[in-house]
């Protein structure tokens, strides 16, 4: 690490913010995905299948298009 | 991009992304790293904090990045219909506000030494707050409507209402700035940049863009999960009431 | 034409007869101005100079408080559903509240101003410009109002979260406002630049804001 000078502080609590917010950010969207794999995985192994899971195309029920 | 609009093709494709941008992120972020603290040289001006830089002017370009891409997506909900576009939205607003937020501190904490505070009201700090706010409300109104399809296409007018008024605000901000401090003009990034930053802020910018897709894709697919498992929560229910009748 | 006029004449009489709608907006604008000294002090000069800020602060706030009630009311008695499929455009209906909002609050709170600038000692030379000021600026309030106020239908909190969504849109307003009223005063600036970009700020929001408010209210009422 080079000297950097009297505002070190500075430069090194810019970067960490950054590291730890991008950290922070990716921690919860890494959790969440897991979670909803896991609620998935729960409730097809209650045998509950989705209404399109049997065709290629896959629509959302839950955006109420007709189906 | 129509074979993208299909959900359980672009689950298939994140899936096998994903990994290789999660590395190639990674390197180039090493690489931005060394070049910013070891290859850079320090200002003539500011000295060494002129590395603050390197996060501050990437973070505040993928704020609006993300805004942009709100924007866009919004087009696609309202206009072309397109199935994945809100889901797109809503991924995209939180990251782009933990980016602002970032343009924020960094920007804060390169002013401190700069100019003695924490904070200044020039136009472009000022109009990075705004942007914040933007984002804030935004994801307050994600969380407010719990009927998916009205969430989604609010969510895309206020989307396009905010991209409207953003070059509007940008100019307001802009003039009160020089209404109230004509005499001095206050420049982050310094009279000067010299190539051998320019090397360094590029990578920065790349990782950091790299860094935006892969967190918007892995969002995404948490959020078609989401809307996924929440179908067949909602089936689980209508068999449990079908089977007591 | 005639069914336009009668739904604005509608809804003004309806802001009217509820009378506690306006006399609180004015009340609240009076409660703020009134306590804001206490917390910045009784700096005569202090006051003057920062009284058109405040005076229009104050006054984009007391317009977000009686927002909600613009579709509010004909949402929760179903009377929105009829004016959808009625004869009058969505679009037109959402302008014609506005325009009412406009009328019974964004007026009142702009001829309210000059007397509360005297709780804030803003010169008397400044006052008629602060009028005008407000009077052109206050449609874009009320016009992007609406478009927060149908965004938020029926939903829970949606006072506070209209004003988080809105005020981020009245830096504009602000800006230019604040400008044209405090020119007049401080010069050497002109105030008729600042002015005019209110005035255009106000007709912009009068052309697409109901478009916007629109497209809400139809996302809400599927």
Known sequence: MPDLGPHAAFILAAYGFTFAAVAALAFFIVADDRKQRQLLADLEAKGIRRRSANTAGASKPARGRKP | MPSLANPTRFLDLAGRLIPWLAALTAILFAVGLYLSFFVAPPDYQQGETVRIMFVHVPAAWLAMFGYTLIAIASLGTLIWRHPLADVAAKAAAPIGATFTLVALVTGSLWGKPMWGTYWVWDARLTSMLVLFLLYLGLIALWQAIEELGRAGRAAAILGLVGAINIPIIKFSVDWWNTLHQPASIVRLGGPTIDSSMLGALAVMAVTFTLLFVLLHVMAMRAEILRRRVRAMQQMQVEHAALAET | ?222
Do not use: Q
């Open chain 3, 1 to 222: 034409m005639s069914s336009a006029l009668a739904l604005l004449a509608r809804d003004v009489k309806l802001a009217f007869r509820e009378g506690g709608a306006i006399g609180t907006a004015l009340g609240f604008y009076l409660v703020v101005i009134a306590i804001a000294p206490l917390g910045l002090g009784p700096d005569l000069n202090l006051l003057a100079r920062i009284a058109p800020g405040l005076l229009w602060v104050a006054l984009l706030l007391a317009a977000l408080l009686s927002a909600d009630r613009i579709f509010h009311n004909d949402y929760e008695d179903g009377a929105l559903d009829v004016l959808t499929t009625g004869p009058l455009p969505l679009p037109l209906v959402a302008a014609i509240k506005s325009l009412a909002h406009w009328l019974t609050t964004g007026v009142p709170l702009a001829l309210l101003a000059p007397l509360l600038g005297l709780l804030l000692n803003l010169p008397a030379e400044a006052s008629p410009f602060l009028v005008l000021a407000m009077l052109a600026g206050t449609p874009a309030v009320s016009f992007i109002a609406a478009i927060g106020a149908s965004l938020t239908l029926g939903l829970k909190r949606s006072g506070l979260l209209l004003a988080l969504l809105v005020l981020p849109l009245y830096v504009p307003v602000l800006i230019f406002g604040v400008a044209a009223a405090s020119a007049a005063v401080a010069g050497p600036a002109s105030p008729w630049p600042p002015f005019l970009m209110l005035c255009a700020l106000s007709l912009a929001s009068i052309v697409l804001a109901p478009l916007a408010a629109a497209a809400s209210v139809r996302a809400a009422l599927r």
